[in-house]
């Protein structure tokens, strides 16, 4: 979260300091191409924390919670 908020405010920051519309267009560009990059990774990072960590389950646990098999 904290990434994302300075993230933010170097963008503004640059944007700010931009004397053409092709600058804005440039910083925009590359503001949501690591945007995109950012939450990539912090997705990546999600699906490992939410990973059993035992694979393949224990026979104990590949019953089917709906049957009790």
């Keep these: 979260m904290r990434a994302n908020a300075e993230a933010d405010l170097s963008h503004l920051q640059a944007l700010v300091g931009a004397k053409l519309p092709s600058q804005v267009i440039a910083l925009q560009s590359s503001f949501w191409r690591k945007r995109v990059e950012m939450y990539v990774e912090q997705a990546k990072e999600f699906q ?3 990973v059993p ?7 104990s646990r590949s019953r089917t919670p709906w049957t009790g098999r």
Excluded at 53 to 58: T, V
């Design 48 to 50: 490992a924390l939410s």
């Design 53 to 59: 960590r035992e694979w393949p389950p224990s026979p």
